[in-house]
């Protein structure tokens, strides 16, 4: 363990990457001894694997004290040392050593425990920095502080999943807990009760991904399920995918509009898009940059790419700019902006269409770097076509026959299924206001997804204001 507390030390020091001991020879092709820095990347796995970094409740011994010391066996380290090291490996490893972190990802990509050794380093950061948001100081205000808290540590267990939710309220502060901890409620019925308080306040994180109930029978389709817990890579995939989403505005110039409808219902106010008409396979966390390039012939296939490629996208610009950049989300992370994510460039694009397309002779730091960048807007998710010639990805159980709709305020489209059952008299919010008219029939939530073309608000306006009601 002292190799991780010294390896945690020099990152501190803000040490250029070339500069750490081992580290030039790591990445050297002649050189055949990796233990030097190798050893130190192990330690600090061991490290960050235990439990204390597993559980929701030690959120708060992190939190609330003003200085900290972190204690292991014999080894202590000031808090504040960690996280300056943490900080200084985001920034160096995504400006000025990204190359260099890329080649030492290359050498980090085998296996332990399960995952690549290489996302020691990141959840490093992640564990590190996540903490540091909810500490004195760090703290951000804002109606949706919940929602971004819990999503931080949604990775972290408990005996009862109730504390999923409850652990966290002492963090918040009075002024942003959206309920108080009551033992005496399931978890079905927490999750229902504090979904829908967050839905009607304009919160609508809570339809992202897929972590709602699955079975429709045991609760609305737009509950998120509180007490799940993802894995270090599920959770990492998510923490990038959500910088995306925040940068955004798909709807969030319009204010949200959310009512009750009946018992299970709530009613939003939105416009349509499109329906789903073709979806690929879905692409998982586990697969390697060789599956991810066959993964994008096979989304090429479904939009004959090799014929259309030059031909307009309905939305603007050509298929193949539009495909390129739906591969990317159209965001590349970056050091360089408040919101951690940028366009994609010109040369990137290329890069990509050189190796998937064109099967070109990439190196291996050039795989990386691509497959780091779009894996996590792909992974878990298929890739989809519309009717009207649309493309995106979006969640892994959505089919032909579903829906692209925009919610007033919200930041990203989500995907919505036509149900058989129809509006009732109760549930037609009579006496309310409305956007538009009703749709008839019910839908249930997906999730969210990527549709190029109309992230940045594009339909407002374009398309007649609805009133669609969730179940």
């Keep these: 363990m002292s190799e991780a507390f010294a390896l945690v030390r020099m990152l501190a020091e803000n040490l250029h990457l070339n500069e750490i001991p081992g580290f030039v020879n790591l990445t050297s092709s002649s050189n055949i001894d990796h233990r030097r820095f190798v050893e130190p990347v192990q330690a600090l796995n061991a490290m960050m694997r235990r439990s204390w970094w597993q559980r929701i409740w030690t959120v708060q011994e992190a939190a609330l004290p003003r200085d900290g010391i972190l204690m292991c066996g014999s080894l202590e380290m000031p808090w ?24 030492l990802y290359a050498v980090l990509d085998y296996a332990t425990h399960g995952e690549p050794t290489y996302i020691t380093l990141s959840t490093f950061q992640r564990n590190l920095l996540a903490l540091e948001t909810v500490r ?46 009551d033992y005496k409620i399931k978890m079905s019925d927490l999750n229902d009760m504090l979904s829908r308080k967050l839905l009607l306040s304009g919160q609508f994180a809570v339809l992202y991904g897929e972590a709602r109930h699955l079975d429709h029978g045991t609760g609305p389709s737009w509950a998120k399920n509180f007490g799940q817990t993802l894995n270090r890579v599920d959770q990492r995939i998510e923490d990038l995918r959500n910088n995306n989403r925040q940068d955004y505005k798909a709807a969030s110039s319009k204010p949200a509009a959310v009512q009750v409808c009946g018992r299970m219902g709530l009613a939003f106010a939105t416009v349509w898009v499109d329906e789903v008409s073709t979806t690929s396979r879905v692409f998982r966390a586990w697969e390697s940059k060789e599956d991810m390039q066959a993964f994008f012939h096979e989304c090429a296939g479904l939009i004959n790419f090799a014929s259309r490629k030059e031909k307009s996208y309905s939305l603007g610009g050509t298929v193949k700019e539009a495909f390129l950049r739906t591969a990317f989300g159209d965001r590349c ?139």
């Design 80 to 103: 504040a040392t960690m996280t300056k090291a943490a900080a200084n490996w985001r920034h160096h490893a995504n400006s000025c050593c990204s190359l260099s972190k890329e080649k």
């Design 136 to 181: 004195p100081g760090g703290q951000e205000s804002g109606e949706q502080k919940f929602m971004r808290t819990f999503r931080l540590f949604s990775n972290r267990h408990s005996t009862d999943p109730r504390d999923k939710v409850y652990g966290l309220l002492g963090i918040l502060g009075e002024n942003h807990q959206p309920i108080s901890a």
């Design 333 to 471: 992370r970056s050091s360089e902006t408040q919101s951690a994510v940028r366009r994609p460039r010109e040369a990137e694009k290329v890069k990509l269409k050189e190796w998937v397309w064109d099967l070109a002779d990439v190196s291996p730091e050039t795989k990386l770097y691509l497959g780091n960048n779009i894996k996590y807007n792909i992974c878990n998710r298929v890739f989809f076509t519309t009717k009207e010639g649309l493309m995106g990805f979006g969640p892994s159980n959505m089919r032909s026959g579903d829906e692209v709709w925009v919610l007033f305020g919200a930041k990203v489209p989500v995907i919505l299924r036509p149900l058989e059952t129809m509006i009732n008299r109760e549930e037609n919010c009579s006496g309310t206001s409305q956007s538009g008219y009703m749709a008839r029939r019910h839908r249930e939530v997906i999730g969210d997804c990527y549709v190029h073309g109309i992230m940045e608000g594009e339909m407002l306006g374009q398309r007649k204001e609805m009133t669609v009601v969730l179940r």
